[in-house]
């Protein structure tokens, strides 16, 4: 039973789509995250959500906007897709969030922009 | 600004053991160091997490020096499996804002 699953795995899209990645985790975590991999392996956070609640908003363009309807789930979506968007991104989950919390990653989704 | 940095790639034999070393000057006082494993096609996967001095477990060792600046994680007799890139994670608090810094990631390589 897979703990943290994201949909679609292979995500190829033209420039200017509007297009969601979904995640979600049957661990009964309160915090979820969203992280961005680029093509040197760099991993970088995006987002963080606690209970649904946004806390952590990194300087992510606004084209990217995450919505966690529950605190099992945190999908992302992105308007006007650009090339430099594609990259790997992973979701994750944590027990409460914060330093000492250990995070569950999802398989990735790799987007393509063409 | 906030940087965590590794070494980029390492290369090593079955049966010896590894140390990847993960600098993080702006660590936050209170956070923990964590490093992941990532294999081709997935996502990190927890090694092993420490606050200070040294944490074994199962899989690896972790030195964390008394200024906690940096890390040191050790892999003891690895084998072809242990082949992945491997990063260290921390909390740091750059301007007043605290941050999930990913390290760089060091590529290890373990050869017959």
């Known amino acids: 039973d897979t703990a943290v699953s994201q949909t679609p795995k292979y995500l190829v899209t033209q420039m200017g789509n509007d297009k969601s990645i979904k995640c979600e985790q049957n661990l009964g975590h309160d915090t979820m995250y969203w992280y961005k991999q680029d093509s040197k392996k760099f991993l970088k956070i995006m987002f963080s959500y606690n209970n649904k609640e946004l806390i952590i908003n990194e300087t992510v363009p606004n084209r990217f906007s995450p919505k966690s309807p529950d605190k099992a789930h945190l999908n992302l979506h992105i308007n006007s897709l650009e090339l430099g968007d594609s990259a790997v991104y992973f979701c994750?989950?944590?027990?409460?969030?914060?330093?000492?919390?250990?995070?569950?990653f999802g398989p990735g989704t790799r987007l393509t922009v063409l | 600004l906030a940087k965590t940095t590794q070494p980029i790639s390492m290369d090593s034999y079955e049966g010896q053991e590894v140390n990847i070393t993960c600098s993080h000057n702006n660590i936050a006082t209170n956070d923990y160091i964590t490093w992941y494993q990532q294999f081709p096609s997935q996502g990190p996967r927890f090694i092993i997490q420490g606050y200070k001095t040294k944490v074994t477990n199962e899989v690896a060792s972790l030195f964390i020096p008394a200024d906690r600046k940096s890390s040191t994680l050790s892999l003891p007799r690895v084998s072809l499996s242990d082949t992945a890139v491997y990063y260290c994670l921390v909390g740091a608090t750059t301007s007043g804002t605290y941050k999930y810094i990913f390290g760089t990631g060091t590529r290890l390589k373990v050869l017959a």
């Open positions: 994750a989950s944590s027990q409460v969030g914060g330093g000492t919390d250990t995070q569950y």
